[in-house]
């Protein structure tokens, strides 16, 4: 059996036994909201995918519609009512597309569910035999190179994260889909592609049109030039239907969700963890297990400013050049760009996590295959240590949530936290190596 089926059967089996582990634990002592990652797989193939994405964009393309074109969302919405519509106005394009073709709002989810569900395992997938290939490590057979895509594939439905967004029927599916061709076509030399791709995620989260900055930094024209392109047309085509008007008040609500985040266990960014500590004094303000969905936590300068600095420093790191122009620490240097734009952000859903996927294979082939200085055993155990807190829920983490103790429900963020640092090492590799 060749090495990378070995690796990949055991991280599968590793994070199994810690799922049904987790699962027991969880039925032992009762606890509510207990489904594991392979719930939500089997979720997705046999019940009804939820609507978390479509349903606040309906509402507010309902609520446009019935003024005629004269409200303002975000200050209606968001602002006033606190109803948690979060998108960019250009998003509320495929919105009018499902209205103006009638297409059931279910239909339509679960059949773009599972489209991009298939591409995301088709970049995964082609990040890995391409990558597996070009660090020329043992060749594989048609078979065994069938074996790596089962095993990659099932990896993928076990990743908490992925089908979390699966379920809920949100449109971060498509994200963590375009993220992982992105990723491909960047490795590949398809820039122009990739640029299309991140700019496409960018007309939907704005933070990913940072890469642009990314690019600029690294003279990659093609990739910078296809980005504003896409997200050009995008934004034109959004001030055309709904005005300009609206993208300035999509920038109040942005404010206000920087100002205010979610303290809710769900958000697992810096705002999150600090935002629940609070909720330690202040329990009704910051709502820890209770999930509020027209309700945000106050204005607190010292959230509002630690925030702040960490959104700056992760953004700093992320965007700042390397000088290696090792093909391993190029890659590193596009991964951790995608990880810093979600990690920076003050609202990070546990399902906005689904990007790390491919981030994961992309560092497992690296440490596993590629020469980097980062390859010791213990390097390696971080690395599965981080993927096994990503890729699982923990709900007995709850039981410290009115406790100082409640940094623990933050796993998935530390997780990402430490891929984040890794990276950074692989990054910088050459130049600690060459001890310049």
Sequence with gaps: MKPIIKQLLFLFLLNLALSFAIKGITNYYGIQNNKMALDHAVWIFTDEIGNDSWRPMKLAYDRWTESQGQ???YTDLLLTHKVKFQYPPTALLLTKFIVTNNIYQLTFTTATTFIFLLLMIAGVIGITLYTYREYKAPPLSIVEEIIVCALLIILLFTFYPAVKAGTLGQIQVWLNAFFALAILCYITGYETIAGILLGLMASVKPQYALFIIWGLFRNNKRL???MIVTGALGLLLGIREFGFAMYLDYLRGLSFLAQHGESFYSNQSFNGLIGRLFGVRYPDAFNNLNWRGY???PFSKSIFLLTQITTVAILVIAVIKTKSQHSEARIADFLLMGLGATLASPIAWEHHYGI????FVGLWLILWFGDSSLKSIWA????????LLAA??????KFVANSYFNFLQSYLFFGACGIFLMLVLIKHQFKFRSGT
């Design 392 to 397: 699982n829920v923990y709900p007995f983490t």
């Design 295 to 297: 309700y945000f936590p």
């Design 380 to 387: 390696k155990i971080a690395f599965i240590t981080c993927y």
């Design 356 to 359: 790390l996927f491919p981030i």
């Design 224 to 226: 910078v030039i296809a």
């Design 71 to 73: 409200s303002l969302l």
